[in-house]
């Protein structure tokens, strides 16, 4: 197979200082209409990757709004649903008709051909998995490309007669309409998926639409939204004071760098010792964002109370509760003692929104509560501010790169807000958390010491409430257990447990057992998620 065309943009530049980015005039940007795929956050990546911004909209987005400046093209995703349903998402038939390039993908592309009079039938059999696609006819879109790749599909409806105008551009076995467009009006259909990895040469598709079909500038580099950005965060919050609760996790400390780099000591991170930290994790915190750093850093000392209020508290969803309960306590004494606070900072990524969007339409936010500090900003009454809530996980830690703040935060295991508490099955007291502390710093000390750190999602240690009998220098112990847990994953949503090596595990039980007085058995967790989750509760 020949290799890749040259079409491809650089990925954005993280290096460097080019600002030219449209300064005074809207970021030029592909928006993609969201129809519930499960790829729509990556069609967003791609077109990130090469340099194009790119924001995800509800389905029923008026044409009129989607006609910005700024917008070069729009993007159909795929979804769940069947053009012929009752109740399926249609898109503004308008938004055809603004001169805009379009790209529909499988469900994007049969509501597009529906829309236009074209017709969409349910398949036979569906296409399913991996296919040869074979391009028949010249466009920009195949441009540079071979006529024989590999593409990848999930559909069961299909396209049997193309709108009035559209040409065909290329088939698989299964499916004579693999791509199809009408290419005066710049419409462009695929009914198998670019933006998945399976699909060989997507990258390049997305690179021949973006930059043949839309001619987008590559102009989105992170070195620019953090310039421009700052200006933002100047303007909107003038002389006041905000406030940011700092977990010592990626998504807080890269947005407390971002604030402190636009306003410096107006910025007022709030750090909560709850008494269910990892060890030596408030003097980290302090060492790095307060003497090296030079944040103005508050460490609260709330340790007390979050214990006294968990004595005795085993159902794990009454722990999350009273701790999200007790940060806004402490949040809101905090901000009293500052004087009057107007704004308040958070590290909500762009998936956080777009999943509580969706789950605006009466449904809960399930996935909100499970990463939220107990619902901070609707109690608080403060100006939110959150400037990462455009990016990605992987495009906030290269911001975090570029904000110079040290790999050992941007690439932390992820650590759950509850902490401790939500890994010490044992009843919780100091003496118990002591036990577990220790246990847990020396998995993470043997895994990083055996290279494997980063190769793991995360890696520490639960403390077990079940006693069983040891004998240690002849003599009989009687004490707890710790479970050990590390696991792979991409995303924490699935994942399965890691096959650390015998040694490594061994060196783990043998220092546990030894190092930890009120522990005499080890046992590692091989369960994957799902059916068991990643934390134990
Ligand atoms: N000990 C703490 N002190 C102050 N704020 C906290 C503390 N723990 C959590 N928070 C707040 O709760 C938010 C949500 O926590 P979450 O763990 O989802 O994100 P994170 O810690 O910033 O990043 P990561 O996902 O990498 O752990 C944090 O961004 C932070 O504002
Ligand atoms: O901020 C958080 N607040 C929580 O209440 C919470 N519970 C779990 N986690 C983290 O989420 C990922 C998936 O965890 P589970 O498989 O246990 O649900 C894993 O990375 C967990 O560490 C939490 N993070
Ligand atoms: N992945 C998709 O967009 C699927 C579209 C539609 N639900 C089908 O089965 O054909
Ligand atoms: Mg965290």
Redo the contacts with the bound molecule.
């Keep these: 197979m020949s290799p890749p065309p040259t079409a491809l943009a650089k990925t954005p530049e993280v290096e460097g200082s080019a600002t030219r980015a449209d300064e005074g005039e809207a970021e030029s940007r592909i928006v993609i209409l969201d129809f519930g795929s499960q790829y729509t956050q990556l069609i967003a990546r791609r077109i990130r990757e090469l340099g194009v911004f790119s924001e995800i909209v509800s389905p029923e987005t008026p044409a009129r709004a989607l006609a910005r400046p700024g917008v070069k093209g729009l993007v159909l995703s795929g979804g769940p649903s069947s053009v012929a349903q009752e109740g399926a998402p249609v898109p503004d038939p308008a938004l055809f008709t603004l001169g805009l390039p379009v790209l529909g993908i499988c469900y994007g592309l049969q509501v597009m051909t529906r829309l236009l009079g074209g017709e969409v039938e349910r398949a036979k059999s569906g296409e399913y998995g991996r296919a040869a696609l074979e391009w028949r006819a010249s466009s920009p879109l195949s441009a540079e490309l071979p006529s024989h790749s590999t593409v990848w599909n999930s559909h069961g409806d299909r396209v049997l007669q193309p709108p009035k105008g559209f040409v065909v551009l290329a088939r698989t076995q299964e499916e004579p309409h693999a791509a199809i467009a009408d290419p005066d009006r710049r419409l462009y259909g695929l009914q198998f998926h670019p933006e998945v990895t399976h699909t060989d040469l997507g990258k390049e598709i997305f690179a021949n639409f973006l930059f043949r079909i839309c001619h987008a500038p590559a102009s989105w580099k992170l070195s620019s939204f953090l310039d421009r950005s700052c200006a933002e965060i100047r303007a909107k919050v003038g002389g006041e004071q905000v406030i ?10 890269v ?1 407390a760098a971002l604030l402190h780099r636009a306003i410096g000591d107006q910025l007022h991170c ?5 008494g269910l ?1 990892r060890q030596g994790e408030v003097e980290t915190v302090r060492h790095l964002f307060g003497e090296q750093m030079g944040f103005a850093l508050h460490v ?1 000392d709330a340790s007390a109370r979050f214990l006294a209020k968990l004595r005795g508290v085993a159902d794990p969803e009454r722990k999350r509760k009273i701790i999200g309960r007790e ?1 806004i306590h402490v ?1 809101e004494e905090a901000a009293r003692k500052l004087g009057p606070v107007r704004f308040l900072a ?2 909500t990524l762009y998936p956080d929104c777009i999943e509580s969007a969706a789950a605006g339409h009466g449904r809960p936010a399930v996935i909100k509560s499970h ?3 107990g619902g ?1 900003p609707k109690r608080m009454k403060m100006h939110l501010i959150e400037p990462l809530r455009l990016l990605f ?1 992987d495009e906030v830690r290269a911001l975090g790169e570029l904000l110079e703040l040290p790999r050992e935060i941007l690439f ?1 295991h ?4 509850p ?1 401790l508490a939500v890994r010490c099955l044992a009843p919780i007291n100091p003496h118990h958390l002591a036990l577990l502390r220790a246990a847990d710093a020396i998995v993470v000390e043997e895994i990083r010491r055996a290279g494997l750190y980063e190769e793991v999602w995360q890696a520490f240690a639960v403390l077990l409430p079940a006693r069983s009998v040891g004998v240690m220098g002849d003599a009989r112990t009687y004490e707890l257990t710790a479970a050990v847990r590390a696991v792979q994953s991409v995303d924490g949503m699935t994942a399965d447990w890691a096959r650390l090596p015998g040694e490594v595990l061994s060196r783990i039980s043998n220092r546990i057992i030894q190092e930890v007085r009120g522990i005499n058995r080890v046992v590692y967790d091989i369960s994957s998620k799902p059916p068991a989750t990643i934390e134990w509760e």
Excluded: M, Y
């Design positions: 940011l609760g700092l977990s010592g996790g990626v998504d807080s400390s947005a709030l750090f909560v010792d709850n930290l609260v940060f949040f958070q590290g990463h939220n500090v901070l996980k932390r992820p650590f759950p807000g902490g």
